[in-house]
């Protein structure tokens, strides 16, 4: 399992960063998450530059995308000099397996993979490994990515206090700790969660924990997939946070659960039009396993 607090222990143990510097002109995806990550533990300012040979042996610079080495103990991340064969892979991939988050990245951040094809391979090669057109990625911009890349290359140094660098830091720490935050909750429905086998199908159990988490379902779809479980369950039954019962809610939407079927239970105070969603006063295992039964669309 994941060790957050070793996972901590180890980034702040590591010697400080002075400062960041990132290659000069156009500024890109890869190279701005990278710098934000980095900030996330080493709020010092970026220099948008060239590197001299002293930068790159400096084992207190980080060169991020520029200068053609990758030697993660000199916090040097270029991905440039490798093979045009090899499997994309972007600065920010570097930075994120520097710091032993990248696995987890891969698996939580369904936009990452996009973005080492599109900075290794370009957006028709991107297109194409997607399945679709390139005017659809184009469709994809989004202003707020436009705006901030922009105001990233239009200056030469980003120092701490500015709004930039501020919002670059902020972005840095939520990807963190989105992650890690991630890979504890997993942890957590790993240790307390129950696959229920039920007629036909099974349901994903997490039992009420006290404390209770501010959002009792997050990570249980996540769960599922990472455990194996996708191609049998069909319903997952979490703590309802508003109340001392349970809701109960289809997993991937699979239709053959219709939650509509037991809204005229003394027991069910909400079910959704649509049937995916619904939420009970009840507690006993058994009546929740007879509800979750009672969905079923035989």
């Known amino acids: 399992m994941f060790d957050v607090q070793r996972w901590m222990f180890d980034v702040h143990s590591i010697m400080p960063i002075t400062f960041i ?26 220099e948008r530059r060239n590197p001299t040979e002293e930068d790159l042996r400096s084992l207190e610079i980080a060169v991020v995308d520029i200068g053609h ?8 991340f270029d991905h440039h000099q490798f093979p045009r064969d090899q499997t994309p892979s972007c600065a920010l991939s570097l930075v994120l397996q520097h710091l032993s988050l990248y696995e987890d990245a891969k698996k939580f951040c369904d936009w990452l993979e996009t973005s080492e094809w599109l900075d290794c391979r370009g957006p028709v090669n991107t297109a194409t490994w997607l399945g679709t057109g390139r005017d659809i990625l184009a469709k994809l911009n989004s202003p707020i990515d436009v705006t901030l890349l922009r105001r990233f290359a239009a200056q030469g140094v980003h120092q701490p206090g ?17 992650i890690t935050g991630l890979r504890a ?17 099974s349901a994903l159990f997490m039992p009420r924990t006290d404390p209770l988490p501010e959002e009792p379902s997050a990570g249980l ?5 990472e455990a194996g479980l996708h191609n049998e ?10 109340g001392d019962g349970y809701g109960m809610r289809r997993y991937n939407d699979d239709p053959r659960l219709d939650f509509t079927r037991i809204d005229t239970e003394p027991d069910v105070h909400f079910t959704h039009q649509q049937g995916f969603i619904a939420k009970t006063s009840a507690t006993e295992l058994v009546r929740l396993r007879t509800l979750l039964s009672q969905s079923l669309i035989q």
């Open 21 to 46: 510097i990132t290659h000069p002109g156009g500024a890109h995806k890869d190279d701005f998450l990278a710098c934000c990550v980095l900030l996330a533990n080493h709020p010092v300012r970026v």
């Open 185 to 201: 909750r997993l942890n957590e429905i790993a240790a307390q969660a129950e696959v229920w086998q039920l007629d036909g199908f």
């Open 69 to 76: 080495q990758h030697e993660p103990a000199q916090f040097n």
């Open 233 to 242: 369950v069909l319903a997952i039954i979490y703590p309802d946070r508003r």
């Open 162 to 178: 500015e709004p930039i660098w501020e919002i670059m830091r902020m972005i840095g720490q939520d990807l963190v700790d989105y």
């Open 221 to 225: 779809g996540r769960y599922i997939e």
